[in-house]
């Protein structure tokens, strides 16, 4: 079986092992707060590099924040969530050089995995998005999944500044129906499909400062955009938070386009 995580050493960059399963990476809820999710989880079949315990034999210190690295079924990495354990321990006298196959660790992670989202990465290894709007079929609640695993993909994509010269950007917005389903689509049109470009009008203002690559002057049609009232009453975009994105990009000096149905 291929490994489908490594895990990093932040301090160093240094890939401390390699293992096939990671069991309960949301983990057993000990402490969960706003902002930190601290959990117990375990490395199945773990095995420690080579580089990893010459470092260990030539230095004395602490191992303490870790990154778990998703891999897809070539060993590339294509994602990853930061955890800290919670006791540091010395890199000469970890856990990693105990020679054991199964590792549980308990620490906190800066983010808590969604159900949707571990879903997805199980499809991503394998196959991800080619074809824009995948997310669609996915309920209200799991797109906000989509959205993280998109945003953490971003940074492990190489080179997230798209090759167009025109700079002008389609935004889809057939499946658009609120905030979430809009940086769905918006991410998209910006970096194609599974691309990220915000989840919220404050990760926008980092976007469009250029922390994702693509800044302003550009421009961004908005097609098949729809106002209107659903069979349920409900609205297919916020009117608060579309005019809150218009004065966004407005400030950034992007040209938007409005294409209704």
């Known amino acids: 079986m291929v490994a489908k995580f490594q895990i990093k050493d932040d301090e160093s960059d240094m890939i401390i092992g390699e293992f096939k399963d990671l069991i309960n990476l ?6 969960n707060d706003v902002e930190n999710f601290t959990c117990k ?3 199945i079949d773990f095995t420690v590099t080579d580089e990893f315990k010459q470092y260990c034999l030539q230095t004395k210190v602490y191992v303490n924040n870790l990154h778990f690295i998703i891999l897809n079924m070539n060993g590339d990495a294509i994602g990853s969530y930061y955890f800290t354990i919670d006791e540091p321990m010395f890199s000469h006298k970890s856990i990693f050089l105990s ?16 159900v949707t989202a571990l879903e997805l990465w199980e499809k991503w290894r394998t196959c991800p998005p080619i074809k824009k709007n995948k997310w669609a079929h996915l309920a ?5 999944g989509w959205l993280e695993v998109a945003r953490l993909h971003q940074e492990y994509k190489g080179d997230i500044e798209t090759l167009n010269q025109e700079r002008v950007y389609e935004l889809d917005g057939t499946y658009v129906e609120d905030s979430t389903s809009f940086f769905c689509a918006l991410g998209e049109a910006m970096h194609g499909p599974g691309g990220y470009y915000g989840f919220n009008l404050s990760s926008l203002v980092d976007c469009l400062s250029g922390n994702f690559g693509i800044v302003s002057p550009f421009s ?9 009232i659903q069979s349920d009453n409900s609205i ?3 009117p608060d938070f579309f005019y809150d994105v218009i004065k966004l990009m407005t400030s950034f000096q992007l040209t938007l386009t409005i294409l209704p149905k």
């Not at 961004?220 to 209107?228: A, G, L, Q, T, Y």
Request: glycine share 8%; no cysteine; aromatic share 8%.
């Open 140 to 144: 209200s609640s799991e797109r906000a």
């Open 41 to 43: 989880t375990k490395l």
């Open 220 to 228: 961004i049609v908005w097609k098949n955009f729809s106002f209107e």
């Open 99 to 114: 020679g054991d196959k199964n590792i549980e660790l308990v620490g906190t992670l800066s983010e808590h995995p969604s």
């Open 236 to 238: 297919r975009m916020e």
């Open 26 to 31: 949301p983990g057993d809820n000990i402490a």
